[in-house]
């Protein structure tokens, strides 16, 4: 008992401590003239299209300075994007950042940029649900084949999907709904050793996971999420390291006219200030709300990396500083989906919606979100939870609540 309370507390400094080493980069990042030049602490919204230059060669002049960020007219970034991509850039530990309208077009930007007619994607089967939809129609009908691999496949099973043609190897870790943690450095060097790029959605582990630590070539946020913070701003970044990539990349965007507003960057960039403080805090509660989903009866399996049956743990272990509040959990084969609905619905203190990220919990159940192709399906129903800002205990209270619902449509059998 005691050990095993020993363990519980280690646990709960293991989750959360990638988030407190981030508070200071995350006060500080960006904002290095500000404290010089004796302006406000945040920048001000600049909202425009038109630039104006005092001369003609002036202008020409900045249009060459397109890989500094530099913008000759508002479809190429602002400063509001441009302060972003600066701090998000230094969470990542990238050299560049381009930031896009949504998550999703962070998905599609690097994936037009890497892949060409004629060429070939693998992807796992855990990817997110509209970047699997992009692959199965935008990218087939512009010539580009993909493969669903298994997310925990091997070096030696994904070595041998790889074709002659593959120029992207796709990662998401964890996958989405069903939260498999991937041995990226393994992916990285497949990818390398076949001249293909390793493009990673690296959103559940923003500033917990180091992609280019880890040999990832491009690392996809979606900022709607965490840096976001508050449900209120759609927004998305892609990062890159070397300097040919960004070229590319940059190149991409702007023939794409892909950028993002300035309100929706100014609000990412003041929720990106406490992220560290928010997602502590939650990391804990998560924790602490998932061990007690993990004691019930009701529940078969925790999709949460902090549990040893969790899939790809070692690699959470080895790879992350901390865990995000979102989780999966995994019912027992005697409920059906239809119990499961009921057994939400009658949560109170959880929104049903889409997304994540904001100081509010929320709860999905995860089919019809869930598409697989080659990974063995999961035994019971699932569904998602995400912890936000409340105290746990009041969380835990209501699911106690819901969890009424089961035990009348069934007998429970421990
Ligand atoms: C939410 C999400 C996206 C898409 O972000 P939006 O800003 O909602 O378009 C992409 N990837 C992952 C893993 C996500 O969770």
């Known amino acids: 008992m005691r050990h095993k309370q020993y363990q519980e507390e280690a646990m709960l400094e293991r989750v959360s401590q ?9 006060v500080e990042a960006g904002r290095e003239k500000a404290r010089e030049n004796g302006s406000f602490v945040n920048p001000p919204l600049e909202r425009g299209s038109t630039v104006l230059f ?21 479809a190429m970034g602002s400063p509001n994007q441009h302060r972003l991509e600066q701090v998000v850039a230094t969470i ?18 690097p994936l037009l940029t890497f892949l060409a007619h004629g060429g070939h994607c693998l992807m796992p089967d855990s990817v997110y649900g509209p970047t699997r939809r992009f692959a199965n129609t935008i990218l087939k009908r512009f010539g580009v084949s993909t493969t669903y691999y298994p997310p925990l496949a091997t070096a030696e099973e994904i070595s041998t999907l790889i074709q002659s043609n593959t120029q992207v ?32 959605d690296n959103t559940w582990g923003i500033g917990i996971f180091k992609p280019f630590e880890h040999g990832v070539d491009v690392s996809i946020q979606a900022l709607t999420k965490f840096p976001g913070g508050h449900s209120d701003a759609i ?24 950028m993002a507003g300035p309100d929706a960057c100014w609000l990412t960039l003041r929720g990106l200030r406490t992220m560290a403080v928010r997602l502590e805090h939650q990391a804990i509660s998560a924790y602490r709300v998932a061990s007690w989903l993990k004691k019930r009866p009701e529940v078969a399996q925790l999709l949460h990396p902090a549990f040893e049956d969790s899939p790809g743990h070692e690699f959470w ?22 119990d499961l609905e009921r057994m939400v619905d009658a949560l109170k203190r959880f929104g049903i919606g889409a997304s994540w990220g904001g100081y509010e919990s929320l709860v999905l159940p ?5 598409t697989r192709n080659v990974s063995k399906p999961f035994p019971g129903p699932m569904c998602r939870f995400y912890i936000g800002l409340e105290n746990w205990q009041d969380l835990v209270a209501d699911i ?15």
């Open 169 to 200: 190897l796709f990662s998401e870790s964890p996958g989405s709904h069903t939260f498999e943690f991937q041995d990226v450095a393994m992916l990285a060097a497949v990818a390398h050793e076949n001249g293909a790029k390793l493009i990673m």
């Open 366 to 370: 995860s089919l019809g979100s869930v």
């Open 400 to 414: 106690e609540h819901a969890f009424h619902s089961l035990s009348t449509s069934k007998m429970v059998q421990n």
């Open 317 to 338: 272990m080895r790879d992350f500083s901390g865990a995000a509040p979102l989780f999966g959990v995994v019912f027992k084969p005697d409920y059906t989906y239809q």
């Open 54 to 74: 005092p001369s003609v060669s002036a202008m020409q002049k900045q249009g060459q300075r397109l890989y500094e960020h530099e913008t000759i007219y508002g």
């Open 92 to 109: 990542e530990g990238a050299s560049h950042t381009q930031v896009v309208c949504s998550g999703l077009a962070a998905c599609a930007l």
């Open 235 to 258: 927004l998305g970044a892609v990062s890159v390291q070397e300097e040919e990539d960004w070229h590319s990349l940059r190149d991409a965007a702007v023939q794409l006219g892909q």
């Open 18 to 26: 990638g988030w407190r080493t981030l508070a200071t980069m995350l």
